[in-house]
């Protein structure tokens, strides 16, 4: 089979790519490619050759194209990407002449996928690559390019071959009646499983905060009406996104804007105030500014320092206080008759007083968020995990093996740890793709885009 998709993003853009792979990729450009060399000479592989892409007599477009010979191509297999302008129309035109001549249409991610069962990269870079190409920040892009390049691949096979080596040693141990064998040395088995967990334990709990730097921090503006939320969201992206008026209940609907803050990227959602209504649009609002809230990593909450505390703040207070907030005491120009003090009593060390007319208070937020989120910088040879799909194999790996360990400790028998040990091999397997069934990989590369 051959396949074919257009692998470049929504035009109009420069320049766009069609891309073949498979048995027929090299022949079915031949038919619609002319220039003065030949795509099918084995000598121009992996030239970029100049031509037409000419269908029945008539030029389609003005291209580059270039061929790959199998096996060393992105897939593996034989490969040809032609470079046309980047029109979405004639794009599709190139893309039609290849279907019609009998190339079937891409799946998402099927070029990765073949790229994977080819062995050209293992199921962890082949997920760092759609990682990375939705990547929102530097920070994130920079973590995906390391799983790329196959770090946490090799971590993980360190592991791997670890743990296979505790497992030879298990079942020789097993076959010692048989067999010619010395007995194992169970108390060097138990410091070398424990070594192996401590290091599977430490690279699980790099799970939080490479998620936050990939995905970004769910950040949810919350508080009273006219409290001045959208004040905030404006402020802090330096441009007037939100609608901002004197009249409470302004905001109606969400509004998710996306921030940088020193490489880690904040999704910032400006909700509706909070207040008993009748209003019924207005209480759709407020309901998905809960949500909002409850999703939400970091909570700003804000509240009008210029008159007390009323039952709705009181309310937000005690929805929110066991949460990850940062407390505003806003319009403090107004004169103040909210108690820092007293409010950090709900909210420890996360009070600032902020005034929007006045520029006040928003780098001291900026700076507590930054503490909060960005300390500890991450070392340059530091892997970090961001993926739900690793982090759950990884913990299920470790409880696998700790088990072993307890059986091994307590002398119930070896082979019902050789059995843990053995899973433990079979879950780090899953993560890098070795042990992974169809499920697995349909559910990696369904997340792909078409053409990648
Ligand atoms: N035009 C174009 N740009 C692209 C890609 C592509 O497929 N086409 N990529 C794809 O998404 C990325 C680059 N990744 C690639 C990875 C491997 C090979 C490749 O040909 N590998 C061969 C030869 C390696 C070598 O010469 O050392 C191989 O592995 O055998 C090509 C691109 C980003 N830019
Ligand atoms: N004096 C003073 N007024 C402010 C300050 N911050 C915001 N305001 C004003 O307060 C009013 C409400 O601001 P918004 O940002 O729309 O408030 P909101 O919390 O988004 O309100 P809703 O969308 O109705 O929930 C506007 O008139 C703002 O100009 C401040 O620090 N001091
Ligand atoms: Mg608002």
């Given at each position: 089979m051959t396949i074919a998709a257009i692998?470049?993003?929504?035009?109009?853009?420069?320049i766009g790519i069609v891309r073949l792979s498979g048995e027929e990729a090299i022949s079915l450009a031949c038919g619609f490619f002319q220039g003065?060399?030949?795509?099918?000479?084995?000598?121009?592989?992996r030239k970029l050759l100049y031509g037409h892409i000419v269908s029945e007599g008539e030029v389609v477009d003005e291209v580059l194209a270039v061929a790959f010979r199998a096996p060393f191509s992105y897939t593996g297999e034989d490969m040809v990407e032609i470079q046309a302008h980047g029109s979405r129309i004639g794009l599709e035109r190139i893309l039609n002449c290849f279907i019609s001549a009998g190339a079937e249409p891409a799946k998402r991610g099927e070029f990765t996928k073949i790229a994977f069962l080819n062995g050209k990269l293992d199921l962890t870079e082949a997920e760092a690559i759609i990682d990375m190409i939705e990547a929102e920040s530097v920070s994130a892009q920079k973590q995906s390019a390391r799983q790329l390049t196959g770090h946490l691949y090799r971590k993980i096979e360190g592991f791997r071959t670890r743990i296979k080596d505790t497992l030879a040693h298990l079942v020789a141990d097993i076959d010692f009646s048989t067999e010619e064998v010395e007995p194992v040395d169970v108390s060097a088995l138990i410091t070398t499983c424990e070594a192996i967990l401590a290091e599977m334990k430490a690279l699980e709990s790099t799970f939080t905060r490479g998620k936050l730097v990939q995905e970004g921090i769910a950040t949810a503006i919350v508080g009273?009406?006219?409290?001045?939320k959208s004040s905030f969201l404006n402020k802090m992206l330096r441009e007037d996104k939100a609608i901002v008026t004197?009249?409470?209940?302004?905001?109606?609907d969400v509004l998710e804007a996306s921030y940088s803050l020193d490489g880690i990227h904040l999704r910032i959602q400006d909700t509706a105030g909070i207040r008993k209504t009748e209003d019924t649009i207005e209480q759709i609002g407020i309901e998905r500014a809960m949500a909002s809230m409850e999703e939400a990593d970091l909570i700003i909450a804000l509240f009008d320092a210029s008159r007390p505390l009323e039952e709705e703040d009181m309310e937000i207070i005690e929805r929110i206080k066991d949460k990850r907030v940062i407390c505003l005491l806003n319009k403090q120009d107004l004169g103040s008759v909210l108690n820092k003090e007293a409010m950090e009593a709900y909210f420890p060390g996360a009070v600032i007083e902020t005034s929007f007319i006045r520029d006040e208070g928003l780098a001291a937020v900026e700076d507590l968020i930054e503490s909060w989120f960005l300390s500890g910088t991450i070392e340059e040879d530091e892997i970090q995990i961001y993926s739900l799909r690793h982090k759950l194999l990884l913990a299920e790996a470790v409880e696998s093996l700790s088990k072993a360990v307890e059986d091994i400790r307590s002398g119930i028998g070896l082979d019902l740890a050789e059995v843990y040990v053995e899973d433990a091999f079979l879950k780090l397997g899953e993560i890098t793709g070795q042990t992974a069934g169809e499920e697995v990989l349909d559910h990696v590369f369904s997340k792909f885009c078409i053409g990648k």
């Open positions: 692998s470049t993003a929504k035009s109009p853009a420069g003065k060399q030949s795509l099918d000479d084995p000598a121009n592989d009273k009406p006219n409290v001045g004197d009249i409470p209940g302004t905001t109606r």
